[in-house]
């Protein structure tokens, strides 16, 4: 039974909490609260149900060019490492700044690792929201001792407010389980690394998709009940480009991506009766970018675009 909850008090937003975590399908209905906004609102969450930690021996990494970024309360330690590029903060209440030149994803990692004595590294990123202790559940599940994995991911969820589609592929892609499970690749959204092993094996100087190269031959596991809130809007432009980039590094990973110029004609049509004229648009533009990244993989010719 998909339940409705209504605005943005604490009792709404632990609610809302409630059901991401658990999986649960829900509607969220409030007269103000605007597509962007849930970011904002459920910060308040980890301020209430964040369990007080002390030596909690990780330190979280976030690349951000937010001018006025703002992570209170976000995690169970205060062990934060702000990467501000940019147009990116020179302060901050809460956490370290280093202020870094943007140099891609891999590199203005990397230019982290000089500054870490903690035995383990939460790479994430600047628009994504931690539910309930998910740190000391990913910690917890390396202590095990049994050095089964080389990187453990928390299970992603959508902002409330994510399209169907976002929501659909996440919920397929990340599915909600009682115990840990292996996975295709690392996602740097969320994924925690032993800090001597991302010394010994460093990040691969790639533009983008650093965390699937570092994947290769490395054991990784989502654990479902470490829970961080994180989608994208879709838009056009964003999704061909994004598109573009990564499917260029998975033609240079050997992958099958398995592409033909008459897939985005379908992702078209298929949007647009599924959902709406514009989410035909969106479909269509994120196929025409993994085509064209594909055809182009071995070419030094590249579409100008940035990708973040």
């Known amino acids: 039974m998909r339940e409705e909850i209504w605005g943005i008090e604490h009792d709404a937003l632990r609610r809302i909490s409630d059901r ?31 369990p007080n930690i002390d030596g909690l021996d ?13 992570i209170p309360n976000a995690y169970e330690n205060d062990n934060v490492l702000l990467l501000s590029n940019r147009g990116g903060p020179i302060w901050s209440r809460q956490g370290r700044i280093l202020r870094v030149a ?36 990913l910690v917890q599940e390396f202590e095990k001792g049994n050095e089964q994995w080389d990187i453990l991911c928390p299970r992603q969820v959508p902002w409330p407010h994510a399209c169907h589609v976002s929501k659909n592929r996440l919920a397929q892609w990340m599915p909600y389980a009682q115990q840990t499970y292996p996975f295709s690749q690392a996602d740097h959204v969320g994924a ?5 092993d991302l010394r010994r094996w460093k ?17 990784i596991g989502c ?20 598109e573009y980039a990564i499917s260029q590094e998975r033609a240079k990973m050997g992958e099958d991506v398995g592409v033909s110029l008459l897939d985005p004609i379908r992702a078209f049509w298929l949007g647009w009766q599924e959902s709406s004229l514009y989410e035909g648009i ?8 993994r085509y064209c990244g ?3 993989s071995k070419s030094s010719k590249d579409i100008p675009g940035r990708i973040e």
Not at 35 to 42: E, M, T
Not at 58 to 70: A, D, G
Not at 192 to 196: A, L, S
Not at 203 to 219: C, F, H, N, Q, T
């Open 203 to 219: 990040l691969p100087d790639v533009p983008i998709a650093e965390d699937m190269w570092w994947s290769r031959g490395k054991r």
């Open 294 to 296: 594909v055809t182009r």
């Open 102 to 137: 943007w140099e891609g994803h891999a590199k203005t990692r990397k230019q982290a690792l000089p500054h870490i004595d903690t035995k383990y590294v939460f790479f994430t990123v600047d628009d994504a929201i931690p539910l309930r202790g998910m740190l000391s559940v």
């Open 223 to 242: 654990i479902p009940q470490a829970t961080i809130v994180h989608s994208h809007i879709r838009r056009p432009r964003s999704l061909f480009f994004r």
């Open 58 to 70: 990780v330190t979280v990494v976030i690349p951000t060019q937010r001018p006025k970024f703002c």
């Open 192 to 196: 925690m690394y032993r800090t001597d």
């Open 20 to 50: 991401l975590v658990a999986g649960k399908p829900f509607t969220w209905k409030s007269v103000d609260v605007e597509r962007d906004d849930p970011f904002y609102h459920l910060r308040a969450l980890n301020f209430m149900h964040r």
């Open 282 to 289: 969106n479909g269509f533009s994120e196929c025409l970018g």
